[in-house]
């Protein structure tokens, strides 16, 4: 668990990279969004983060982000909650009941459990379309080929917002090969954008979730909307 301070600190280093690499790269640091990743760490980090003002949390795991959301009820209404992690389908009640975003839709079925059952007293529930962009077998996420028929089906949910793509490319330290991921997505995020199928909706068509605390930087400058931070800000999780 980390203190309050370290907390505080780590925050305003990660919101000063963030900023230089926005400008470093012609943009500005208020088109990228800083995601606070919290999962294994407990909803008192939440709230110190919280102090230190931040908004939006990222949880990975269900049963631990509505715990924690249930802890922190009292705020409820000034925080942003961010479902990042793979998701089942006996699983996906409890998200579109307790979310604001879901980064990580990866099959169609998902999708339709999610505005079946998002209550109608909530805003639609804003999601991304996770991406498979290194075309390993083993890894999550949608084909690129197969992008454009899961989007249409999606923006005729009326729960679901569709907010744009999010990718976990393979961890690498080389930040050519970090760069070449990013962009990859950068572009099939901008064909499906220009795609006249999206134009109708495109004031919501506008968000790249990628960059984690390692690549950040990298995904910044190929036009990240969103990067997900947990260890730069909370610092290494351990796993029970
Ligand atoms: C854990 C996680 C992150 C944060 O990773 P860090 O390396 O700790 O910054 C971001 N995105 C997803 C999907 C994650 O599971």
Known sequence: MGDMTSIKANLAHVLECLSEAAHASGRSPSDTQLLAVSK????????????AGQK??????????????????DIRNQIEWHFIGPLQSNKSKDVAENFDWVHSIDRLKIAQRLNDQRPDHLQPLNVCIQVNISGEASKSGVEPS??????????????????????????????????ADHKQLCDLFKT???????????????TLSMGMSSDMTAAIAEGSTIVRVGTAIFGKRTYL
């Open 40 to 51: 294994t760490f407990p909803a008192s980090d939440v709230r110190s983060a919280f102090e």
């Open 56 to 73: 939006a949390f990222g949880e990975n795991y269900v049963q631990e982000g509505v715990s924690k959301i249930a802890e922190l009820s």
């Open 146 to 179: 197969e992008l454009s028929e899961l989007c249409v089906a999606i923006m005729a949910m009326p729960k679901l917002r569709l907010r744009g793509l999010m990718s976990i490319p393979e961890p690498t330290d080389d930040v050519a090969q970090q760069r």
């Open 192 to 206: 499906l954008k220009k795609n006249l199928l999206l134009q109708s909706l495109s004031s919501y068509f506008d």
